[in-house]
């Protein structure tokens, strides 16, 4: 049978999910820093190191088995076309609502201004449902990384990015006023590799449950 590849989220995630693999027997054999494709010390699987926004579709199109990715990820990449058989808590932080300190929106009570609000995000998907859901009509700005300067220069009212201890909130004068939900790194499997190569998955999935950090 053709070997197993798992997609593993290049940054964070793969830094912390490293020690798991390595107790596994899955830890990479090769350079990480410049290989994409990377076999693991384990003959039958191969490690595919990318970035964390394309490990749903790679595992979703068959090109990886199985891959570990955040939830925020997966909740923004939406659909279930994906089995999502195990929470490895890791990783763990939560996607949250901030705003700067002593203005109107700090409070989200202080919200009904008349306009539409600005909610500047890397998560347009989990935002626009999450504001949908109560009924509120919000404007989102797209943004790739640095929520945090968005409300400092007038670019939005709030942001809805993640926390984890909150310092980088605080070092750029803002607070949490809202959790929407928790993230940790979940393992994903594509459901015809389930079918197909189900006992080396099973195998592996059982493995990982038992060596979860
Ligand atoms: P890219 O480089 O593709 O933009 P990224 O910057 O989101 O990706 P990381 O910062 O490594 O990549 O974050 C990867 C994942 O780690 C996130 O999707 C989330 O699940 C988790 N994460 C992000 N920030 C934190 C944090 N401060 N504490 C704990 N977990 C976090
Ligand atoms: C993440 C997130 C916040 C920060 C929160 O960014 O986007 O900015 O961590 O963590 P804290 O509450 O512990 O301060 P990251 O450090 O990954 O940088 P990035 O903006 O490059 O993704």
């Keep these: ?34 290989l994409l494709r990377v076999p693991s010390e384990d003959p039958g699987v191969h490690l595919l190191i990318i970035r964390p926004a394309d490990v749903p579709t790679y595992v979703e199109h068959g090109a990886a088995d199985l891959g570990v990715v955040g939830k925020d990820v997966l909740m923004e990449h939406g659909g279930s076309a994906l089995y999502e058989p195990l929470d490895l808590d890791i ?3 939560r996607l949250s609502i901030a705003a700067v300190k002593g203005s109107p929106y700090a409070d989200p009570a202080g919200w009904s201004s008349g306009r539409r609000v600005r909610v500047a995000t890397k998560y347009p998907e989990i935002t626009r449902r999450h504001f949908a859901q ?13 929520m945090e300067l968005a409300p400092l220069v007038g670019l939005a009212d709030v942001i809805v990015d993640l926390v984890d201890t909150g310092n980088t909130l605080r070092a750029n004068g803002l607070v949490e006023t809202e959790v929407l939900t928790q993230v940790s790194s979940r393992v994903v499997v594509n459901k015809a590799s389930m079918k197909m190569k189900h006992a080396a998955l099973q195998d592996l999935l059982a493995r990982i449950q038992t060596m979860k950090a």
Excluded: F, H, N, W
């Design 91 to 93: 990783a763990r932080c």
């Design 1 to 34: 049978m053709s070997p197993i590849t798992l997609a593993l989220s290049k940054g964070r995630i793969l830094e912390d999910s490293l020690p798991m693999l390595t107790r596994l027997g899955l830890g990479p054999a090769g350079d990480i820093d410049r």
């Design 134 to 146: 109560r009924g509120e009509q919000v404007e989102i700005i797209k943004l790739y990384g640095s």
